[in-house]
T-cell receptor
């Protein structure tokens, strides 16, 4: 089944404790992206990647890192999480060429205390 | 600022009625997409309309695009309780006829369909 998976689905952590949210897709998509969703603010793009070893900032990259060492994986790294990073995070992927829909993962609900 | 802004923010209707949601955007686009999100879950793609298209249909969905007004509408006909969800428009931009890089989402319309 074609899908985007994220882990963990739920995470409660404390300020300053490094964490990684994994994202994996099995559709051989070149493009992958991370979003955060907050009430009243909709979805905002954090980082995106158009291929292996190619990443770029979205609208709200501060406090986040990403890497794209393999085509299928695009982990989101919070080196020193803060409470304002409490949010619902979505990973998405799509084929790069042309106008294509994005496939979204199920989401990761992160709480930083 | 948000590229896409949906209107209304919330819509409550009875089963069988039509639901219309609008989206406005600010800059030029290559395409406009509509997504659906059930509470707390991932977004699901509904329909994409390209900048050179004016109207598109998919089942009970009808999307229009007016690039001169920088606006789009999503019509759901004969709504069902299962259509209850949040609906987002997203605009794609890029050069050379492709959409790469950023896909910018609006804040969404919360649709409630009462049985």
């Amino acid at each position: 089944e074609a899908q985007v998976t994220q882990n963990p689905r739920y995470l409660i952590t404390v300020t300053g404790k490094k964490l990684t949210v994994t994202c994996s897709q099995n559709m051989n998509h070149e493009y992958m992206s991370w979003y955060r969703q907050d009430p009243g603010l909709g979805l905002r793009q954090i980082y995106y990647s158009m291929n292996v070893e190619v990443t770029d900032k979205g609208d709200v990259p501060e406090g986040y890192k990403v890497s794209r060492k393999e085509k299928r994986n695009f982990p989101l790294i919070l080196e020193s999480p803060s409470p304002n990073q409490t949010s619902l995070y979505f990973c998405a992927s799509r084929r790069l060429a042309g106008d294509n829909e994005q496939f979204f993962g199920p989401g990761t609900r992160l709480t930083v205390l | 600022s948000q590229q896409g802004e949906e209107d209304p923010q919330a819509l409550s209707i009875q089963e069988g009625e039509n639901a219309t949601m609008n989206c406005s955007y600010k800059t030029s686009i290559n395409n406009l997409q509509w997504y659906r999100q059930n509470s707390g879950r991932g977004l699901v793609h509904l329909i994409l309309i390209r900048s050179n298209e004016r109207e598109k249909h998919s089942g009970r969905l009808r999307v229009t695009l007016d690039t001169s007004k920088k606006s789009s509408s999503l019509l759901i006909t004969a709504s069902r309780a299962a259509d209850t969800a949040s609906y987002f428009c997203a605009t794609g931009r890029g050069a050379g006829g492709t959409s790469y890089g950023k896909l910018t989402f609006g804040q969404g319309t919360i649709l409630t369909v009462h049985p």
